[in-house]
């Protein structure tokens, strides 16, 4: 059965730092795993998708990776804001859960000011 | 706004009593899916449905607790006779396919006294 960790679970850094989130999955037959943003009391945006046959995918600061052998994805986030202060969770696609997401509890970040 | 849109924002009930959620999802998706998601802790999946079909409903959902997507396009989910274990965020979201990304709207808050 897939299980996705996230480590830390809350991380406080000041602003400006670049920064790596950390995303652990257990089983390596994946289709895909995304990256997601979510502010209190709010739904989920997506970031990022990286499909299983990619390393990695950027938009704007942020550079999400892939390593399925390890089964791990990292989410780097460059010059910290303090917009980016929210919760990141990631989720994975893998085919034994029916295509359904499987997700992890998420790393809450604070940018400090 | 094409994004996904739910209703209500907020819903405070009596405990036993009926509610019903909307989720109108982005019009080219076919993929619609409700998660639950409590504090902390990163969604759960509920039910999803391809069109008008419901494909899947989690075992964690009770009777009490049904979807409907009638014509392939809105969706509703209704929670009968409510307990305050049912107090959490209802997220809607959809997808144009089983990989592609997932869109949320921004949750119904469900408060059950």
């Known amino acids: 059965k897939q299980e996705v960790t996230q480590i830390p679970a809350a991380l406080s850094v000041p602003e400006g730092e670049n920064l790596v989130l950390n995303c652990s999955f257990t089983?390596?037959?994946?289709?895909?795993l995304q990256w997601f943003r979510q502010d209190p009391g709010k739904g989920l945006t997506s970031l990022l998708l990286i499909q299983s046959s990619q390393r990695e995918q950027t938009s704007g600061r942020l550079n999400a990776s892939l390593d399925k052998s390890s089964g791990r994805s990292t989410l780097y986030i460059a010059a910290s804001q303090p917009g980016d202060s929210a919760t990141y969770l990631c989720a994975v696609v893998d085919g034994d859960s029916n295509y359904q997401l499987i997700w992890g509890a998420g790393t809450k970040l604070i940018i400090k000011p | 706004d094409t994004g996904v849109s739910q209703n209500p924002r907020h819903k405070i009930t009596k405990r036993g009593q009926n509610v019903t959620f909307r989720c109108d999802p982005i019009s080219e998706h076919n993929r619609l899916y409700w998660y639950r998601q409590t504090l902390g802790q990163g969604p759960e999946f509920l039910t999803y449905?391809?069109?008008?079909?419901?494909?899947?409903k989690s075992r964690l959902l009770s009777d009490r607790f049904s979807a409907e997507r009638p014509k392939g396009s809105f969706s509703t989910l209704e929670i009968q006779r409510t307990e305050q274990g049912d107090s959490a965020m209802y997220l809607c979201?959809?997808?144009?396919?089983?990989?592609?990304?997932?869109?949320f709207g921004n949750g119904t808050r469900l408060t059950v006294t």
């Open positions: 979201a959809s997808s144009f396919s089983q990989t592609s990304p997932l869109h």
């Open positions: 089983d390596s037959a994946i289709y895909n």
């Open positions: 449905f391809q069109n008008e079909a419901q494909l899947e």
